[in-house]
């Protein structure tokens, strides 16, 4: 494939990939008209959240395997088709019932995206290439989960709450029909033997789940953080919530500078290095969220919280692609099993945060949820330690590996 095309590719894949994230929070604003319109109880609300995020939790771990044995090109044409469908049917959809049930295909469907994303990439491009190009396709992804509110937002005002789902529908159908027509793996990429029995046991190894908890602990963190910046502003300094989707920008564009600040760094530096000074940055920023809140008059506070929000977004920016880069490097004859098990355990950091702050939100109040915050960062940044450095046994399977990815 041509460099020119390679780039085109790339950049329509991490479209596709920036969907699993876009659709997951985009229409977390206009969940109050949705409520209201189908006659909808809360709890069935929180499924039409809780239903997505679970079924591409799971989708994951399916997809992981069938992508190391099948073409991955096809799996994901097939499930953005899927996803295209259902959010149509969305758009038509007259009863919470039938949206519960295509947010929960939704869910299923999509996650194609990031998992044959990251594995067409890791075909498409070798080495230091390949880590590059898989720091864009991760800028899209985390992107997409940091500007879904303020894009939902935004819509909520001028349109109905079903024009967001017909939004998604068309973004999956544009990208669906320039794959197709552009996307050609090349002849020399091989399918690989699979074993699932052989991939569980290969990635049984505790550097790998360590990265994957530093990768779950960053996801933990943008989405407390999405959760609780309406509190803050609202509770805390009581200002008007609808600035909310605004303040939340400076994460977004924090992740666009960190992604681009990794592509440049990635030939003088490391990926083990870059992720390491990124959960680095992600504890500091955590820490020092709380100081604005006692110590600066109003105007102040809210300047440093959104620079601190931006910064944060820029070390986020270098954890989320490299954990990628490291674990396509270390498992390249099976890097769908592997990534899809990173996704997984990042669903579960998303999942888990937002529980977890509203817990801490409602014992302890809003300084209390970014306390919480802080703890996690810095066990993130512990778990990536041992993950990348920690011990003779870490490097003696790391040397395993090679030899493995050697013979096969």
Known sequence: MSQPNNRANLHLLSLAGMLTTLSQLIFIPSIILIRDELQAS????????????????????????????????NVLLLGLSV???????????????????????????????SICGSALITDMYE??????????????FSMGAA??????AVMRIFLDWRFVFLFLAIWSVTVTVF????????????????????????????????????????SFIILSYHTNIGFLLADFFEINANWTGFVFMAIPLGVFTGTNISRWLLSHVSREWLLFIGLVG??????????????????TSIVLLV???????????????????????????????????????????????????GIALTAGGVPFVFAVVAAVAIGGLV?????????KETERNNEYMEKKQGVN
């Open 147 to 152: 500007a879904g509110p303020a894009i939902g």
């Open 42 to 73: 809360n709890l069935e609300i929180s499924l039409t959240v809780a239903g997505f995020t679970i079924a591409q939790a799971i989708a994951q771990l399916i997809y992981g395997p069938v992508v190391d044995r099948y073409p991955a090109k």
């Open 83 to 113: 996803f295209s469908v259902s959010s149509f049917a969305i758009f038509f959809a007259q009863t919470i019932e039938w949206v519960i049930v295509l947010r929960i295909i939704q869910g299923l469907s999509i996650s194609a995206a």
């Open 282 to 299: 992600v504890v500091v920023t955590a820490m020092l969220f709380n100081i604005p809140l006692y110590f600066f008059e109003l105007t």
């Open 307 to 357: 620079t601190l929000l931006y910064l944060s977004g820029v070390s986020l920016g270098m954890v989320f692609p490299m954990v990628a880069a490291i674990v396509v490097n270390w498992f390249a004859p099976i890097r769908g099993t592997a990534l899809s098990v990173v996704f997984f355990t990042r669903d579960i950091g998303s999942t888990l945060g937002p529980i977890l702050t």
């Open 383 to 391: 778990a990536g330690y041992v993950g990348l450095f920690g011990s």
């Open 127 to 140: 080495e230091k290439g390949r880590d590059k190009a898989l720091t864009v396709f991760q800028m899209y």
């Open 179 to 218: 794959l197709y027509k552009n996307l050609n793996v090349a002849d020399n990429v091989k399918i690989q033997s699979f074993s699932f029995k052989k991939a569980v046991h290969t990635i049984k190894n505790a550097k790998f789940i360590m990265i994957c908890i530093a990768g779950a602990g960053a």
